[in-house]
């Protein structure tokens, strides 16, 4: 049973910055793909950023150059370091995960995704 378990959302002010954790436990397979996404009331969940097992990482246009998506597999932790912070990054994020050897269409779309985090808010205030 894989389980996923976001944290690190906060309250902040525009052009600060939060590291956001995903901890997932009961991965067995040795190929993976982590994505985060994020969803704002009343507005569909995005994608944000995922990470391959192997390292290769892709970003929404919007976090581009501010987000940055990271692994440590010793800690079988994904972490989403947020810079620059803006009000219309205000929403839940929530980490999810493919078991694989490849993230199909880099890990964009949320229908392939095997496992989801429970979400942690951020709030971006101006």
């Known amino acids: 049973q894989v389980q996923l378990v976001e944290s690190g959302g906060d309250s902040v002010q525009a052009g600060g910055s939060l590291r956001l954790s995903c901890a997932a436990s009961?991965?067995?397979?040795?190929?993976?793909?982590m994505g985060w996404f994020r969803q704002a009331p009343g507005t569909e969940r995005r994608w944000v950023a995922t990470?391959?097992?192997?390292?290769?990482?892709w970003y929404a246009d919007s976090v581009q150059g501010r987000f940055t998506i990271s692994q440590d597999k010793s800690k079988n932790t994904v972490f989403l370091q947020m810079n620059s912070l803006k009000p219309e990054d205000t929403a839940m994020y929530y980490c999810?995960?493919?078991?694989?050897?490849?993230?199909?269409?880099?890990?964009?779309?949320?229908?392939?995704?095997?496992?989801w985090g429970q979400g942690t808010q951020v709030t971006v205030s101006s």
């Open positions: 009961g991965v067995t397979s040795s190929g993976y793909c």
């Open positions: 990470i391959y097992s192997g390292g290769a990482t």
């Open positions: 999810a995960a493919i078991l694989g050897e490849r993230c199909p269409n880099n890990g964009r779309d949320s229908g392939t995704y095997n496992y």
